[in-house]
């Protein structure tokens, strides 16, 4: 199964865009482009508050 995590290879801020594309099999640039159009026309503070509540609901990924 599975699982969705926050990448520890792909990752600009805390790695949820690479840990999504991963999950999703897109490239995480395009979800990051996405995220920022959408924060941007929504007036920035949903957008920074709901990956802020993602960054600590995803768990990272574990290192092998």
Known sequence: MKK???????????????GLGEYVNLDPTVLRI???VLTVFTGFFPGFLI????ILIIPEEQSI
């Open 4 to 18: 969705l995590y926050r990448s520890r290879r792909n990752r600009m801020l805390a790695g949820v865009f690479g």
């Open 34 to 36: 996405v995220w920022v």
């Open 51 to 54: 990956y802020y509540l993602v």
